[in-house]
């Protein structure tokens, strides 16, 4: 694949990544970077994740992907609608991206939706990672209009960048996303406003493992949750009640409920392994 100018619209964690990782692979013979962040910025040029921090996408564009909060992605799609250049995001949330695309008046054809299921609970370009995206799924959820050709470059990106590539409906992907990494934050988010600094030196890996994702950026998680509100609430329901039904165990010493749903879980959790 041969991308002469690659411009990444926000040099952060996931832009700075995709940048390094284009970089190593030898994808583009340009990498342009757009950040509005001085800091940010400064550090992506002298780590040489991009050759030249620009405000505007170049003429000479043709390839632009888009790592900024997945509530400003459509803003940008639309703005940049009439480029020649084959624009991707990489929103954890499609389904409110793709709807605000639709709605424009001329229909939008170098736009395809895309989400890397990869990332970290840094952030900032100093967390970029080139392997960040080794062996991650990518979801795309094109639109009707799409060009082919558009469509067939995105994914040639994602394939020598070494990840695995699903096609799904937006809807699809938010469902299942509010399941996977969503939900889960929020849990962790919830889940730290107990802890004092009490329980800190009483802490091991399960607490390590469990409360990771709370470190994660709470701006731009509290966009996600917004974004995703619909979907994530309907996971947020079905988690309660499988809480209140393994609280509800413990409460009356119902031994063969409460290990019935563990058992299940720990199987689940089993057969994810095989898979992995």
Same mark, same amino acid.
């Given at each position: ?15 700075? %990544? ?9 994808? +583009? ?17 002298? !780590? ?21 909060? $997945?509530?400003?992605?459509?803003? &940008?799609?639309? #703005? ?37 299921? %990869?990332? %970290? ?32 470059? +995105? ?16 809807? /699809?992907?938010? !469902?299942?996303?509010?399941? =996977? ?12 406003? !107990?802890?004092?600094?009490?329980? =800190? ?19 731009? &998680? &509290? ?5 995703? #509100?619909?979907?994530?609430?309907? $996971? +947020? /329901? ?12 413990? /409460?009356?010493?119902? %031994?063969?409920?409460?290990? +019935? ?11 994810? #392994? #095989?898979?992995?």
């Amino acid at each position: 694949m041969a991308i002469r100018n690659l411009v990444v619209v926000g040099v952060g964690l996931i832009g700075g %990544s995709l940048a390094a990782a284009v970089r190593a692979k030898g994808l +583009a013979q340009r990498i342009t970077g757009i950040e509005p962040n001085p800091q940010s910025a400064s550090y992506a040029l002298a !780590q040489g994740l991009v050759d030249d921090i620009v405000d505007e996408l170049p003429v000479d564009a043709d390839f632009c992907a888009l790592c900024v909060p $997945s509530d400003l992605v459509g803003e &940008w799609v639309l #703005k940049l609608a009439d480029h020649a250049a084959t624009v991707i995001d990489v929103g954890s949330v499609k389904g409110p991206i793709v709807e605000a695309v639709q709605a424009a008046p001329s229909p939008v054809t170098n736009f395809i939706p895309c989400h890397p299921i %990869s990332g %970290s609970e840094k952030s900032g370009p100093s967390a970029a990672d080139a392997q960040l995206f080794e062996s991650c799924a990518v979801v795309l959820t094109p639109l009707p209009q799409t060009d082919e050709q558009k469509l067939a470059q +995105a994914r040639e990106l994602w394939q020598q960048l070494g990840t695995q590539i699903y096609l799904m409906s937006p809807a /699809e992907h938010d !469902q299942a996303l509010a399941v =996977t990494s969503h939900l889960p934050h929020l849990l962790a988010f919830a889940f730290m406003q !107990q802890v004092s600094d009490v329980h =800190t030196p009483l802490t091991g890996g399960g607490f390590r493992d469990f409360t990771r994702i709370a470190g994660a950026n709470p701006e731009l &998680w &509290w966009r996600i949750l917004r974004l995703n #509100k619909r979907s994530v609430m309907d $996971s +947020a /329901e079905r988690f309660v009640g499988d809480l209140g039904a393994i609280i509800e165990a413990i /409460e009356h010493d119902n %031994s063969a409920q409460g290990l +019935a749903q563990l058992r299940h879980a720990a199987e689940k959790k089993a057969a994810e #392994k #095989k898979h992995e």
